[in-house]
């Protein structure tokens, strides 16, 4: 894709609240933009909708699910193949499957299982850790991590135009407006 | 008592009710709470603690250097008494660590908001105390360069642990609930991570939370992900926590011995640690506030919830001490009986009264608003809570121990200066890694306290 502007990253809007944050995000949204994204510096309720992400963006349950699946599995027939197969001791003539004292092992690995899935995955699905960001060459971006709320349009979105969607963002009440740019 | 007696909109149940006080933004929680990792110099207070902590810490590696050279003779197990100090220790610091999750899981998931000052801490807490904890069965197997023979790893001998055994599920309970609460630590920094990472002046102090941070930048769908793998944690930390102090009961549970054989064990365990956990949180967090003066966060609101969460807890406790000591009555079992004789007369009868003295007779000035808004009271109280469940694991440990079925294999059991010195040592190991942990990232979640002065302006 030939893009006018190729080390263009996007167009910065600068917030000073959560609520005018989420009305500019649906105004932008309402303008025809998909490839947006907003930066805040604690989670917004409301804001994935104001921005049309749906629920299916979400992996990290069915992730935590199958990591909570396969470690209890794992865990359970691995206790039974030792005392079954691959070791099997004859203790005073108790079952060899004694399944109900291998519930806690299975259960602790259940959760273990569940657990690094569910950090890890969201880890990989968000990406991260990712060192390089064109946003972090934004001096002021550093309040997104404090009291600023941000919005960004990609360059990459189809309607991109830098004059029009820089005018567009002040016409939400975007405090600032910033080029970000990716130089490397 | 009419309605109209206690004004619902009085100044003093306004202050009481605050989870922050007020006059609070985003920047100003930012700032307070940054500034006490970045710009605050180290204080003369800061140094002397540490110094004294780290102290006590060389004690703890000293002791544990004379164990590995002369073996587990040092201390005042024998036969009967093979679980000494080093069981009631290790039952005493799990059971602190549990109120850190208590409060990060089960009151994240009852959406209390007054969890969200003091999370991070007790999280940290729960970290410190696990680490102490695992330190002292690792050193009592008296081979601890042989402790991985307890994981299934496929070795030339063909073998497997006895996965029947409660000491094996004990490993498995104990080591997920150490890998769990530290992701649930890290991953609830992580935001924070990035804020320092911004504040930062210094370049070292840059790139190490910037690392840390791993490019956390806030972006609406990583908040997205973030939170429901938060929800998630929390989820699995709460019956995960249950398990694990359940797991540990049935140490003792499952065997025989007269006075560990009942089924009250793990309900009345888990209150336990919950108890002293929350006692422990107390002890840390009255000093804290204090010394980086974070009154406008950790409120009188948070110190008496803590205070009415031990008062319930005690009652639990008392509760099973009850009815441990009737169900032997009532069982008419001769061996139960005799124990609990013991308990009240035998040569460890004056640990069993100190205990019930700490655990439930002094406790019960929490009934009073008075006491529990009393900071100084408070602080005493948490310190006569953790001395009573630690009193009560030696009660456990040692009594049936030295009074088994026959008398011929009756013991006596005396800590030797071994025994005190690794305790005391792991006092300075956990107090030492809570200094570090004050100095060097948020001791309060900013992003969460972000949420609050959010959600409070809403309120008003």
Known sequence: MNLPHPELYG???????????????????????????????????????????????????????????GGGLTGF????????????????GRPLNSWPAFIPVTFELTVLGASLFAVFGMLALNKLPQPHHPLFNVERFKRASNDKFFLCIEAHDPKFHLKETARLLQSVNAQHVTEVRDED | MSAGDTPVNSPE??????????????ATVTDKIASIVLTRP???????????????????VGSIAWLIAKGVGIWGINIPIGWGFAIVNFVWWIGIGHAGTLISAILFLLNQQWRTSINRFAEAMTLFAVAC???????????????????????????????????????????????VSALFWFVGLIPDLATLRDRATNKAAQIIYGMLAMGWRGSARHWHRYQSAYLLLAGLATPLVLSVHSVI?????????PGWHTTIFPPYFVA???????????????????????????????????????????????????????????SGNKFDVFLVQQRLHGPYSSYYYALILCNILTPQVLWFQKMRTNVAVLFVMSLVINLGMWLERFVIVVISLT????????????PTFWDWSTFIGTLGLFVSLLFLFVRALPAISIAEMRELVHTSEDHE
């Open chain 2, 272 to 330: 336990g640690a919950i108890y002293s956990g929350f006692a422990m949180v107390l002890t840390i967090a009255i000093p804290l506030r204090k010394a980086y003066d974070l009154e406008d966060f950790i409120t009188m609101r948070h110190l008496e919830n803590m205070a009415k969460v031990m008062l319930a807890t005690g009652l639990i406790v008392a509760y099973g001490y009850f009815f441990e000591f009737f169900m032997s009555l009532y």
């Open chain 2, 403 to 414: 009074r088994d079925f026959m008398p011929s294999a009756w013991g006596r059991y005396q």
């Open chain 1, 77 to 92: 027939f691995f206790q039974l193949w030792a005392n079954m197969s691959s070791y099997p001791m004859n203790i005073a």
């Open chain 2, 133 to 179: 904890a695992g330190i002292f069965p690792l050193i009592h197997t008296g081979r601890p360069w042989m402790a991985y023979y307890m994981f299934p790893y496929p070795s030339t001998m063909g073998i497997w642990p006895q996965f029947r055994s409660p000491l094996i599920w004990d490993v498995f309970a104990v080591s997920t609930y150490g890998t």
């Open chain 1, 11 to 69: 167009l910065l809007g600068e917030f000073d609240s959560p609520e005018r944050l989420m009305d500019a995000a649906k105004k932008v949204r309402e303008a025809g933009y998909r490839r947006i994204d907003a930066f805040v510096p604690f989670p917004v309720e409301g804001l994935s909708q104001a921005l049309g992400l749906g629920r299916k963006h979400d992996l990290v349950p069915l992730l935590t699910l199958a990591g909570g699946l």
């Open chain 2, 42 to 60: 180290t204080s003369i207070g800061w140094l002397a603690g540490f110094s004294i902590a780290f102290t006590l810490m060389m004690v703890l």
């Open chain 2, 249 to 257: 009961s049935f140490d003792f549970s499952i065997a025989i011995v």
């Open chain 2, 13 to 26: 149940i306004q202050r009481l009710a605050r989870v922050i006080e007020p006059g609070h933004s985003y």
